[in-house]
């Protein structure tokens, strides 16, 4: 027995008192045990097990259904460290605080003791994290999105080196709910909450939080990000990383479907969400996905936007907070199937059509093992990962940003990626719809400063003799009548060849103000107006003068930590952007 470990588990159990206290192995027979516990509670619903075989239901209290960032803090010994992005609580008072809502909370509970590996076995860029928690159902979500139980204690040995994650779901209140990173400690405390983001401390506590700062101490980068393998019809295949706000689309882009009208044309699915990202030997960026499952927004996910993620889930899925049929099968919004005529809703409520409310919870999830999902790339446990020959940023903007552009190199990615801006969605507790900005889409999971932490961006890339080409992608522009203006999904992949094939060095491409816009995109097949296509690629000059003072409020929020070379990159789309005049052509000028 892992001395540093069961000398931790004692101590929380004095502090939280559990009935019992049960060590994960991670087998199938503990697998069915705890769903029998479950089921038995009440914590989660059958669904019907020759439609949906191995697929459970649960539904979560209304006002734990998202993350909620205002109660997530930075717990750093200094507040600067946590940057001026990140709620911070010094680590002695969050200790206090949240041991006062953990003491006795495990009271009559069972104490689930959970080993878990973040990344592939033997990988050299893995990391091991240990969650003690007393939710039956985040322990069997543990089991699928990490490698969990003996494999990861096995793993751990006899180090004392691991991430020491506790949550407890104490009374699900509001109130009671703090989920406080204490990096310096290699330590997260959940409380209050039993939601995904908050309550798997696999995900982003241990993969971004903690691991952006763990990176930044070791020379790597943890990102927000889906990794996909692009292949042509020659065979090649070419590693992409995209960086995308939570509900932009990173699960249907890494798990796309060519569209008819480009045969040969594969995509190989690596992850959906995170990346860990290291410069190689060989001077590229290598990638693996440190999760095991997808934890996948059910709404919108349909035959038509994601058939690969609907194979998937067919079995041994944890559906939460999805509308359960009579037949016990499920359903929400965007399925692409007709409502049916009633049903339970995800407040447990008899629902029908007429209602005109939300059957499914628009932040409804299914919990799958990546190993189901059809697309699944051959490398995706590879322990030296993949490498990465393009990076994409993207938000969710109805305006000002195109279809797609190429930075002009490293740098100006970087900024790219920096001054990065979304419409919030249902991922988070808030208002959805508002624009935000969202640096790589790590606004919500950079574990320090960010100032550092485009800094340490930066530092990367130049240590890199090969790095990847950064490109800015946007598929939700939208017409003056608020219809999107392209077909995104499967069609995306148009985007992703001129992106792979400007990665080898192939493509044609002309110089904007932005960066370079593609000379040629394939569009066979796809009906899209002239018009629509130059709306797509509209760089509206006035529009961007305002961004620039955005971006320019945004970036001075982070002081004298901002690296130069942002300024810099920005004072060069500035000179761009003001040498233009108001209605000119936005392409003839030579980027950067
Ligand atoms: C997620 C998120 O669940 O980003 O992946 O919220
Ligand atoms: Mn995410």
């Known amino acids: 027995m892992n001395p540093f470990l069961s000398r931790w588990v004692e101590e929380i159990a004095q502090l939280t008192c559990p009935e019992k206290i049960h060590w994960c192995d991670g087998s199938e027979g503990e697998k069915s045990a705890l769903l029998q516990q479950a089921l038995a509670s009440g914590g989660m619903e059958e ?9 459970y239901l649960r539904r979560t209290p ?14 750093t010994g200094k507040k600067e460290d946590a940057g001026p992005t990140n709620n911070w609580m010094a680590p002695r008072e969050a200790y206090e605080k949240l041991s006062l809502i953990f003491d006795h909370s495990m009271a009559e509970r069972t104490l689930y003791v959970i080993p878990f590996l973040m990344g592939p076995l033997g990988s050299p860029y893995s990391r091991i994290g240990v969650q003690l928690t007393d ?29 020491r994650c506790l949550h407890g779901k104490a009374d699900l209140e509001m109130h009671h709910r703090f989920i406080c990173h204490f990096p310096e400690d290699n330590t997260v405390w959940s409380v209050g909450s039993a939601y995904g983001g908050n309550a798997l401390l696999g995900k982003k506590s241990l993969s971004l939080r903690i691991g952006s700062w763990m990176g930044q101490k070791e020379g790597w980068l943890a990102e927000h990000m889906m990794i996909a393998g692009i292949e042509d019809p020659e065979g090649n295949i070419t590693y992409v990383a995209g960086a995308f706000p939570s509900q932009c689309g990173k699960t249907n882009l890494a798990m796309l479907v060519p569209p008819p009208s480009m045969k040969g044309w594969k995509v190989h699915t690596i992850g959906d969400d995170i990346a860990w990202l290291h410069p190689g030997p060989d001077g590229r960026l290598w990638a693996i996905n440190p999760e095991a499952g997808f934890f996948g927004v059910a709404p919108g996910t349909s035959q038509k936007t994601n058939p690969n993620a609907m194979a998937m889930i067919q079995k041994n899925t944890i559906y939460t907070n999805v509308l359960k049929t009579p037949e016990g099968t499920v359903w929400w919004e965007g399925v692409g199937t007709p409502p049916p005529e009633q049903g339970i809703d995800w407040r447990g409520r008899h629902w029908t059509p007429a209602q005109g409310e939300h059957a499914a919870h628009p932040n409804a999830r299914f919990t799958v093992p990546a190993a189901q999902c059809p697309s699944i790339s051959k490398e995706w446990q590879n322990p030296q990962g993949v490498p990465v020959s393009a990076i994409l940023f993207g938000g969710r903007r109805a305006g000002l940003q195109p279809l797609v552009y190429e930075t002009s190199g490293w740098n100006a990615g970087v900024y790219a990626g920096a001054t990065m801006s979304s419409e919030t969605t249902a991922a988070a507790m808030g208002q959805t719809g508002v624009v935000r900005r969202d640096p790589m889409a790590m606004l919500p999971f950079c574990g320090y400063h960010m100032g550092q932490y485009f800094s340490h961006w930066i530092r990367t890339g130049a240590q890199l ?3 990847p080409k950064i490109f800015h992608v946007n598929w939700f522009r939208k017409d003056s009548k608020g219809n999107f203006l392209w077909p995104g999904f499967g069609e995306n992949l148009r985007v992703l060849q001129w992106i792979v094939e400007r990665a080898r060095g192939e493509a044609g491409a002309r110089a904007s103000v932005l960066g370079y816009i593609p000379e040629h995109l394939n569009l066979d097949g796809l009906r899209l107006s002239q018009n629509a296509f130059g709306e797509l690629f509209n760089i509206d000059i006035q529009e961007w003068r305002e961004e620039l003072e955005y971006r320019k409020r945004f970036l001075e929020t982070f002081g004298n930590v901002l690296p130069e070379e942002i300024w810099k990159e920005q004072a060069l789309l500035q000179e761009n952007i003001s040498k233009t005049p108001i209605g000119a052509d936005a392409y003839v000028h030579p980027a950067n």
């Open 465 to 467: 003799q090969n790095p």
């Open 47 to 55: 669904l019907s097990q020759t439609l949906l075989p191995g697929c």
């Open 135 to 163: 939710s039956i159902y985040v322990a069997l979500n543990m089991r699928i999105m990490t490698r969990m139980g003996q494999v990861a204690l096995e793993a751990l040995g006899n180090s004392n080196n691991f991430t």
């Open 62 to 75: 209304e006002h734990d259904t998202a993350r909620t960032e205002q109660l997530t803090f930075i717990c």
